[in-house]
């Protein structure tokens, strides 16, 4: 898993009052939370049940790509080879 990923898997466990670091120089983000607090906190963490089972939302979610590999919404997106952002 890439750093990032764990970061953003990471930032779902902080809440109100956390002490955030932020150096735009080095270019990184930090927690001032023990690794234990940040275990405890994980254990407890579940996932927001879906309360949507139709419309856009509900379909967008059934099709789209974890956001770590491009959030893609088709299955062809391995093979495809063009950047149209360069054209």
Do not use: C
């Amino acid at each position: 898993m890439s750093s990032r990923f764990i970061q953003l898997t990471t930032s779902v466990l902080l809440r109100n009052g956390d002490v955030i670091d932020i150096d735009a120089k080095k270019g990184t983000i930090n927690v001032r939370l023990s690794k234990k607090k940040l275990a405890t906190r994980r254990k407890k963490w579940k996932p927001r049940k879906m309360n949507f089972g139709s419309g856009t939302l509900w379909k967008y979610a059934q099709t789209v790509g974890p956001a770590y590999l491009g959030a893609s919404t088709h299955p062809g997106k391995k093979k495809e080879v063009k950047v149209y952002a360069d054209i």
